[in-house]
C-alpha cells in the first residue's frame, strides 16, 4: 500500500447513507442522494457488495460509491463486475515535486474586483466536469460557488490566485491551507495537509503555460509554508487534467469509483 496512506480498519457498519437539498453546495460536487461503502484492508468486497442495502433505482441523482486506494489493484475487477466505474481520483503531491518553471504568466491575488470572473471560471470547470460522471452543474451552483469564493477573500492569507494575460484574467486557482482543510486530512498520514481546490482555465487560453504558471506559484508557497502533502480531486476520465496533474508532481492516492443510479 501506499506509505502516505492512512491507518484504515473496520467499522462496525460499513454502510452509510446521505441526502442533500439541491441548492447545497456539495450537491454540485455528486448526486443528491448517495450511498457509501467503507472498505478496509482483507474486507470481502464482493460480499459486501452483494449485501449493500441500495435505494435509487432508476433514479439519476442517486449514486453508490466506493473509495478504495489507487494500488489496491485487486478491487478494481471485483468493483467493475458490479457495475462501478473509476471516476474520482484524490491525488497527492509531496513538497518539492513537479515544477514547471517556464511560464511568464502574471500571477495576482484574488481581489473583490474580479469576483465575477472568477465565479464565472470556477463555474465553468464544473460544466466542463459534468461530462465525466461525478460532477453536477446544478440551478444553484453559480451562487453557492460566489459564496465559497467570497469566503475565501476573508481569509488572512491569500489562497485565491489570478493569472492575467495582455491585461485580462485567464485563469483562476484556489487552495485550502491548513485548518480549512482538516475535511480531507484524514486520507493521508502525513501532515500537515493542504487542498488544491481549483484550477480553472479560460478555453480560449488552454495550452499556453497558464495552467502551469497557477499551479508553479501555488506550490511555490504551499512549500514555504511547510505543507507536508497537497491533495486534490480531479476527474480520471478527463484528458486534460489527469495528465496535467501528473506531470506536476501528484499521484493516485484513492479512487472513488461509482455507480450512478445506485440500483
Known sequence: MDPLLPAMA?????????????????????????????????ADLDDLLRRWPLSGGGDHDTAALVTVPSRAVEAADVLARHGFAPLLVTAARLP??????????????????????AVELNLDTARFDSRFGMVTARPSSAVRLRELITSLLERPEPCGWLAERDGEVVGFLYYDLPGHSDWIATRTSVRPVAYLGLLGVREDARGGGIGAALTDHAHERLDDAGVGVTLLHHALPNPLSTPFWYSHGYRPLWTTWQRRPAR
Open 10 to 42: 473496520p467499522v462496525d457498519d460499513p454502510y452509510s447513507f446521505s441526502e442533500l437539498p439541491e441548492d447545497a453546495l456539495n450537491a454540485t460536487w455528486g448526486a443528491l442522494r448517495t450511498h457509501s461503502l467503507h472498505w478496509h484492508p482483507g
Open 96 to 117: 518539492g515535486r513537479g515544477y514547471d518553471g517556464r511560464s511568464t504568466v502574471k500571477i495576482r491575488p484574488l481581489t473583490p474586483e474580479h469576483l465575477d470572473v
